[in-house]
C-alpha cells in the first residue's frame, strides 16, 4: 500500500496551508469493529457507533481487507440490488470485477475507483477475477455510500469507470505528504469523480514525522479514516488561528470527527509499526443533506414506507435483471 505513487513527491502541485481561518478541532476518534460481508471476507466497520447526523452526507464505509489471500481464497458479493444512494468502491490493493444490471462493469485495480449511482434501482455483483482466485494474492480497498437528496433517489442509474491515472495528485509543502483527490475539490484542484451530492474524497500518505493541513469547505463535514499506520489528528497545541485545539492518538482502524472550521491537519508518528511504512489516511467530507433517512438493507430512503416498495419493486423485477450469462443466479438482499 499504495498504488498510486510517484517518483518525485516535489515536482506535484502544493498544498499549502490556509493564511487565516478556524482548524477544525476533534470531535471523536472511534476504533472501527471488524466484520465479515459478502461470501466471507474481512471488513472493519468505519462508521459503527458514530450518530448519522455526523456522517451526513455518508451512510456506511467498510474496509475491506487488508487480507493477503492463499490460492483459491478470494472472495466477493453475489448478485444483490440497491436504491436510493451511491456505492464508492476505492481499490487500494488488489483486483475486483464489477457487473451491473445497467451495462455498467470492469474490472477496477490498485488505485482505482468503482463509483455506481444505484438511484431508482440496480442490480450488481462484485468479485475477484478468475485469476486472482486461482493464485490469491493481496486485497485492501474502502467502499463507501453516498446518501442521495430525495430529489435524486429516483435518478437513473449510473457507472463511472475512474482510473488511478485520472486521480488528481498534491503534495504537502514539504513533500511529506502525497495527496490523492478522488472527487470534489481541495485547494483549487478538482478530482475526476462527478458525484450529485457536494462531496470531497482525498487518500493522503503522510511520512514518519510529516504532518498535513489541507482548506476544507467550511459547509461541509471532516472525516478521516487510518487505513494504516499511527499518528494524530487535530493541531497539535493550538495554532496560530485558534489557541485551544489539541491533537489526538490516531491510529490503523480508528474514524476521526472533526467539528466546525476550515482546515483539518493530521500527523504521523516519527516511528511507524513493521506492517506500515507510513500514515494512510482516507478523508472525506460532504454537504449534509439534512433529510429524514430509512434504511435497510441494500436500500436506503426517506421513509419506511419507501424501503418496503423498494423490496417489493426487487422482488417484482423493477430493479433490473442479471444478465442472461448469469440467469439462473438468485441475486440476495443481504449484501453490501
Do not use: C
Given at each position: 500500500m499504495p498504488a498510486v505513487t510517484v517518483e518525485n513527491i516535489l515536482t506535484l502541485p502544493k498544498v499549502a496551508p490556509p493564511l487565516s481561518g478556524a482548524a477544525r478541532e476533534v470531535v471523536s476518534v472511534t476504533t472501527a469493529p471488524r466484520g465479515f460481508e459478502g461470501e466471507g471476507f474481512p471488513v472493519r466497520r468505519a462508521f459503527a457507533g458514530v450518530d448519522l447526523r455526523a456522517l451526513d452526507p455518508f451512510i456506511h464505509m467498510d474496509q475491506m481487507g487488508e487480507v493477503d489471500y492463499p490460492p483459491g481464497e478470494p472472495k466477493g458479493t453475489p448478485w444483490h440490488p440497491h436504491r436510493g444512494f451511491e456505492?464508492?468502491?476505492?481499490?487500494?490493493?488488489?483486483?475486483?470485477?464489477?457487473?451491473?444490471?445497467?451495462?455498467?462493469?470492469?474490472?477496477?485495480?490498485?488505485?482505482?475507483?468503482?463509483?455506481?449511482?444505484?438511484?431508482?434501482?440496480?442490480?450488481?455483483?462484485?468479485?475477484?477475477?478468475?485469476?486472482?482466485?486461482?493464485?490469491?494474492?493481496?486485497?485492501?480497498?474502502?467502499?463507501?455510500?453516498?446518501?442521495?437528496?430525495?430529489?435524486?433517489?429516483?435518478?437513473?442509474?449510473?457507472?463511472?469507470?475512474?482510473?488511478?491515472?485520472?486521480?488528481?495528485?498534491?503534495?504537502?509543502?514539504?513533500?511529506?505528504?502525497?495527496?490523492?483527490?478522488?472527487?470534489?475539490?481541495?485547494?483549487?484542484?478538482?478530482?475526476?469523480?462527478?458525484?450529485?451530492?457536494?462531496?470531497?474524497?482525498?487518500?493522503?500518505?503522510?511520512?514518519?514525522?510529516?504532518?498535513?493541513?489541507?482548506?476544507?469547505?467550511?459547509?461541509?463535514?471532516?472525516?478521516?479514516?487510518?487505513?494504516?499506520?499511527?499518528?494524530?489528528?487535530?493541531?497539535?497545541?493550538?495554532?496560530?488561528?485558534?489557541?485551544?485545539?489539541?491533537?489526538?492518538?490516531?491510529?490503523?482502524?480508528?474514524?476521526?470527527?472533526?467539528?466546525?472550521?476550515?482546515?483539518?491537519?493530521?500527523?504521523?508518528?516519527?516511528?511507524?509499526?513493521?506492517r506500515s511504512e507510513s500514515l494512510e489516511v482516507f478523508i472525506l467530507g460532504g454537504r449534509p443533506i439534512r433529510e429524514p433517512v430509512a434504511m435497510y438493507g441494500p436500500f436506503v430512503m426517506n421513509t419506511k414506507a419507501e424501503v418496503q416498495q423498494a423490496f417489493d419493486d426487487f422482488q417484482a423485477g423493477r430493479l433490473g435483471s442479471i444478465p442472461a450469462a448469469h440467469g439462473g443466479v438468485q441475486a440476495s438482499t443481504d449484501d453490501a
Open positions: 456505492t464508492v468502491t476505492y481499490m487500494i490493493d488488489g483486483e475486483m470485477r464489477h457487473q451491473d444490471s445497467n451495462g455498467g462493469g470492469g474490472l477496477i485495480t490498485n488505485g482505482d475507483t468503482q463509483w455506481m449511482t444505484a438511484g431508482a434501482g440496480i442490480l450488481h455483483i462484485e468479485t475477484p477475477p478468475e485469476h486472482l482466485v486461482v493464485s490469491g494474492g493481496l486485497f485492501h480497498g474502502v467502499q463507501l455510500w453516498v446518501n442521495l437528496p430525495k430529489a435524486q433517489k429516483f435518478a437513473a442509474p449510473r457507472y463511472q469507470d475512474i482510473t488511478s491515472g485520472r486521480v488528481a495528485l498534491l503534495s504537502s509543502p514539504d513533500g511529506g505528504a502525497l495527496v490523492r483527490v478522488i472527487a470534489g475539490e481541495v485547494a483549487g484542484h478538482h478530482g475526476p469523480g462527478d458525484t450529485y451530492t457536494p462531496i470531497t474524497l482525498v487518500h493522503a500518505t503522510l511520512a514518519p514525522g510529516a504532518s498535513l493541513t489541507l482548506p476544507w469547505r467550511p459547509d461541509f463535514n471532516a472525516l478521516a479514516y487510518a487505513l494504516g499506520g499511527s499518528g494524530t489528528v487535530g493541531a497539535p497545541g493550538g495554532n496560530a488561528f485558534q489557541a485551544g485545539t489539541s491533537a489526538r492518538p490516531f491510529e490503523s482502524g480508528q474514524l476521526a470527527v472533526f467539528g466546525p472550521g476550515d482546515s483539518i491537519t493530521l500527523s504521523a508518528s516519527k516511528r511507524q509499526d513493521s
